[in-house]
């Protein structure tokens, strides 16, 4: 589409070009095309389908020897049975393995949540001596294994009688996690406008009363962020358990897991089996909060 103008000097008019629809002219005007509109779908869907196909397979082969019988080397799952999720619940004990691990999970997660926020709120909102050397030190916490940890837990633990506890572990789980939550529930706190508080202040709200009506519900995301990443750390974490449970009725999921494998052979359809019991908590608890899991991480990418 042309548009004329008038020509001077002759009084006639030349036609002029018109950005096209969906870019932005010299001026700024118009619609902004995205960028992946230029690039074939096929360059984008090709390297997505291969990359989950390569994440799928392992899952697809686990599942294929939970519920295939055995002694049978059929790549589909068909006749499927459930004789091997019978063994590993009923005969290993893994129905109690799972209770064990959903209260560590659980305990931890909330632990990790109240302390970790009421740190970042207090790094977020109040300056103090020695800040910046407390958040240097929460970051290189960071580079220290979980396994140096251990000969000092265990003296702590041992002298409080808490070794062969599921509290022992609750607490070094969370002990563990804190740093990292501490780090990003404060940049979630900064993202929140101090002038919401100081409004509520001026309508008489106390600070610890203006933070649960109004700080606390924009945090939903991040603590949704927050708390999954504690549960799934503490649900499928091996070491501390291994260490500070000596007990068969105290152990939890990865232990259990380990205790499958023999010295001289290993029964993969219980193995199989197990892996999907430890897996489908963790992916069900995805499914439902990705939503919120994305929106965390995208409010706490900026500084507010």
């Not at 990359?51 to 294929?64: A, S």
Request: aromatic content about 12%; some cysteine.
């Amino acid at each position: 589409m042309t548009t004329t103008t008038p020509d001077s000097g002759h009084g006639r008019t030349a036609p002029t070009a018109r950005p096209p629809r969906g870019r932005r002219g010299p001026g700024g005007g118009g619609r902004r095309r995205p960028v992946t509109d230029d690039v074939p779908r096929w360059q984008l869907f090709v390297p997505l389908g291969l990359y989950l196909l390569f994440t799928l397979i392992p899952f697809y082969w686990m599942l294929l020897y939970a519920v295939r019988p055995a002694g049978s080397r059929s790549l589909l799952p068909w006749p499927a049975t459930t004789e091997h999720f019978e063994k590993v619940w009923n005969e290993r004990s893994f129905g109690v393995f799972f209770q064990n691990s959903v209260l560590v999970g659980v305990a931890s997660m909330v632990m990790t949540l109240f302390v970790s926020l009421a740190g970042g709120y207090a790094l977020a909102r109040f300056s103090f001596r020695l800040k910046t050397p407390f958040l240097l030190a929460l970051l290189c916490s960071q580079f220290i294994p979980g396994a140096l940890m251990l000969v000092p837990l265990f003296e702590i633990f041992k002298n409080l009688q808490m070794i062969n506890s599921l509290g022992s572990v609750i607490i070094a789980e969370a002990v563990f996690q804190l740093p990292l939550s501490l780090i990003l529930l404060s940049g979630f706190v900064r993202n929140v406008p101090p002038s919401l508080e100081e409004a509520a202040w001026v309508d008489g709200c106390g600070r610890f009363r203006a933070f649960c009506a109004v700080v606390l519900p924009l945090l939903r995301p991040g603590l949704v962020a927050v708390g999954s990443f504690a549960f799934v750390h503490s649900w499928n974490h091996f070491l501390f358990a291994l260490m500070f449970l000596s007990s068969q009725d105290k152990q939890t999921i990865p232990v259990g897991l380990n205790t499958l494998l023999g010295a001289d052979s290993v029964d993969l359809g219980a193995l199989a089996a197990g892996g999907v019991v430890a897996a489908v908590p963790v992916v069900i608890i995805f499914a439902f909060i990705q939503r919120w899991l994305v929106t965390g991480f995208s409010a706490g990418a900026v500084k507010g």
